[in-house]
């Protein structure tokens, strides 16, 4: 008898990665590898908007894996990962972002292609094992595939996604996939009432920059007018943010996604490496980054080298 293994995405979840798990633990139970979808966050409006449109329950909270089986999804990092994962087995990973620092201690099974979601690749994996996606499953993965790709805008949207969305509109009975998406990023740009540090850790990331922690939050919203009477507010937090993590910058991208581009806040020791990074003058703290909306291809890499540089 083989024991159960946990899929999970990463830390503070996406819609990606609950999709993903969900969708991936189905197809893995069909297959005979017995699966369990996990996560380790809070479900954001947006993910449970998709849940509740296709009648999912959210996976299991689960934050202690040590002595289990984990199949790892959207991300190989560790700052992202389960606290306990070295006490883990990681028996497999699917991702779409740059190879992180996860490692295994037994051979594993590794999907990671790049393209604009995790669950495109997914569908691949449905394809390679010959396994039917029922409907509500291939709803989901449409709309975490939208979600990543802002709707095919990203510079990260590849012919794959695009391919995969038309056919799992197909398998799901989903006529207007782009209406679909509008619908799901108004639920994302309804800010209002919500706690500045629920806004700001929405769509967070640490990531290492040679030895120095840097934390990346994004809001993507169809209106950048949402902010205009919380900016401050915002600004404050991640000040306060990075001074609790001990990190040497936070930046919260405000994304546009009818303009196409990110006014990106920046509370940093030294500001003059993020303006280097990207080419810019910053005033108090802010910037607007034209064509900017992926943090993965157009907001980490440029940062990365330039913190190589200091
Ligand atoms: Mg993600
Ligand atoms: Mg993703
Ligand atoms: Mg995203």
Redesign the pocket.
């Known amino acids: 008898m083989s024991m159960s293994m946990y899929v999970v995405g990463h830390k503070i979840p996406?819609s990606?990665?609950i999709c993903?798990a969900i969708a991936l633990a189905y197809l893995k139970n069909q297959i005979n590898e017995p699966a369990i979808p996990t996560r380790l966050g809070e479900v954001s409006p947006e993910t449970q908007f998709i849940l509740d449109k296709f009648g999912f329950e959210a996976p299991e909270l689960k934050l202690s894996y040590a002595g289990e089986d984990v199949y790892i999804v959207?991300h190989t990092e560790k700052t992202q990962a389960p606290d306990d994962i070295d006490e883990a087995r990681v028996v497999g990973v699917v991702d779409?972002?740059k190879l992180g620092d996860l490692t295994s201690s037994t051979p594993l099974e590794c999907w990671i292609r790049p393209v604009g979601?995790?669950n495109t690749i997914i569908k691949m994996m449905y394809d390679f094992y010959n396994v039917e996606i029922p409907k509500d499953i291939a709803g989901i993965m449409l709309c975490?595939i939208l979600s990543?790709t802002v709707i095919f805008k990203s510079p990260t949207c590849t012919t794959a996604d695009i391919k995969c969305v038309e056919a799992l509109a197909e398998i799901a009975g989903i006529e207007d996939f782009k209406e679909l998406g509008m619908e799901m990023f108004k639920v994302k740009s309804a800010v209002e009432g919500t706690p500045v540090r629920d806004l700001v850790m929405r769509d967070f990331k640490d990531f290492n920059m040679n030895g120095k922690l840097v934390g990346i939050g994004q809001l993507e919203v169809i209106d950048l007018a949402v902010f205009d009477e919380i900016k401050a507010d915002l600004e404050a937090d991640i000040a306060k943010l990075k001074e609790e993590g001990g990190r040497h910058s936070v930046l919260l991208l405000l994304t546009d996604i009818m303009k196409e581009g990110s006014e990106m806040l920046i509370a940093s020791d030294d500001v003059s490496v993020i303006e280097a990074a990207y080419d810019v003058k910053s005033e108090d703290g802010r910037v607007w980054l034209d064509g900017v909306l992926s943090r993965k291809k157009q907001v980490v890499p440029p940062l990365q080298d330039a913190f190589a540089k200091i």
Do not use: E, V
């Open positions: 996406d990606d990665s993903g959207d779409h972002h979601c995790s975490a990543d």
